[in-house]
């Protein structure tokens, strides 16, 4: 009788990170030096997205954005867009734990280097660092997967068909 943490082909499951990178990352600031001499405090929206593709049959990649707009007033004190991104080795896992292991753990394991190289690109800028807020990558992951079924529902229902009364 096989283990009960064995796939149906007998291999234990295997899961690890295999390398790190910055995929791409940018910096502006567009009104500056002009913008150094304006005193008020500035307004910060944060962005994160999360993505990845299948590289190998065992092999993924995953990718997390964060863009940091800055601003005081209406215009832009900096601009970051940085992705920071992952391989890892994915093998033997059950295909209903996949999904959930690439959309929680892998950005969960990239999100403090992520959180580091934009606190280092503004640095860089002469400007004090800005540092991310911690992120609950599980709840990302259930709102998005929330919304997906809320649109493949409302695609369902609003088919785009006309129905004769009485027929539904």
Do not use: W
Not at 90 to 115: F, K, S, W
Not at 152 to 158: E, L, P, T, Y
């Amino acid at each position: 009788m096989p283990e009960q943490n064995q796939t149906s082909e007998g291999q234990d499951p295997s899961f690890g990170l295999q390398r790190t990178y910055v995929k791409d990352m940018s910096l502006e600031m567009p009104n500056a030096p002009a913008i150094f001499l304006d005193e008020e405090a500035p307004s910060v929206e944060v962005s994160i997205q999360v993505g990845g593709q299948q590289l190998a049959e065992t092999v993924f990649e995953s990718v997390v954005t964060a863009t940091v707009t800055t601003r005081i007033n209406d215009k832009v004190l900096y601009l970051v867009e940085l992705s920071q991104a992952g391989i890892f080795e994915a093998a033997n896992i059950p295909a209903e734990q996949l999904d959930p292991l690439l959309g929680i753990v892998c950005p969960t394991m990239l999100y403090p280097y992520l959180r580091a190289n934009v606190a280092d690109a503004i640095t860089r800028s002469s400007l004090p660092p800005m540092h991310l807020a911690e992120m609950n990558f599980q709840a990302l992951y259930e709102q998005r997967a929330a919304q997906a079924q809320a649109d493949n529902d409302s695609a369902k229902q609003d088919s785009g068909l006309i129905v004769p009364p009485g027929a539904r």
